[in-house]
């Protein structure tokens, strides 16, 4: 059964970054695309941007190529999502989820979630 | 950008009855690529839907979804208690920018 299993909260201050993990159970990313998504308290889903395990290509949501990476390991069987230069704004949960390509774009399996706080 | 709006916001029925979900594109979607998720509080979102119309593993034939270009909707049949949720609609047409909509409460009323 593929999972997906994310690293646990973070509480960070403001201007600084976090770093989240999402390894891979029972499969390889390697064929697959690995996405970020957050969710912000009470609001609807937001794609940051997918990364090729294979080769290491990403893209990046045009208002998050500032302060995002996104990278994977050599194993191809974890991803991390970086985001630096933290606002209150920030303050979500990240989910990472994963497709067959970037056009078969649609999220299965999705990861447990990693409960961002950001704060002064 | 390709903007997602859900209908109705908040939509109140019983076990039992009919749930009918809105999705529109502000531009066509090419192949219809639509995608429906369920979200319940404190869990991830769900798959149930992609390519408009394709149910995904394990998801029962109560969930169907129906659209084509910019209009799209998802019909559940027989509520259960266990469908209360939000739902959630996303588009992949253009795979350099993946967008969702704002939900759709389904509530029990």
């Known amino acids: 059964q593929m999972q997906l299993v994310q690293s646990g909260a973070e509480v960070k201050k403001t201007g600084s970054s976090v770093k989240i993990s999402c390894k891979a159970s029972?499969?390889?990313?390697?064929?697959?695309?690995l996405h970020w998504v957050r969710q912000a308290p009470g609001q609807t889903l937001e794609w940051m941007g997918w990364?090729?395990?294979?080769?290491?290509?990403?893209y990046y949501a045009q208002k998050l190529q500032d302060r995002l990476t996104i990278t994977r390991d050599r194993s191809m069987r974890a991803a991390y999502m970086e985001l630096s230069s933290l606002r209150s704004e920030d303050t979500a949960i990240y989910y990472c989820?994963?497709?067959?390509?970037?056009?078969?774009?649609?999220?299965?399996?999705w990861g447990q979630g990693t409960l961002v706080t950001v704060s002064s | 950008e390709i903007v997602l709006t859900q209908s109705p916001g908040t939509l109140s029925l019983s076990p039992g009855e009919r749930a009918t979900l809105s999705c529109r594109a502000s531009q066509s979607l090419s192949s219809n690529y639509l995608a429906w998720y369920q979200q319940k509080p404190g869990q991830a979102p769900r798959l149930l839907i992609y390519d408009a119309s394709t149910r995904a593993t394990g998801i029962p034939d109560r969930f169907s979804g129906i659209g084509s270009g910019t209009d799209f909707t998802l019909t559940i049949t027989r509520l259960e208690p266990d469908d209360f949720a939000v739902y959630y609609c996303?588009?992949?047409?253009?795979?350099?920018?993946?967008?969702f909509g704002q939900g759709t409460n389904l509530e029990i009323k």
């Open positions: 996303q588009q992949y047409g253009n795979s350099l920018s993946y967008t």
């Open positions: 990364i090729t395990p294979f080769n290491g290509n990403t």
């Open positions: 029972g499969y390889s990313l390697t064929y697959r695309y």
């Open positions: 989820a994963s497709s067959y390509s970037s056009s078969s774009g649609w999220f299965d399996p």
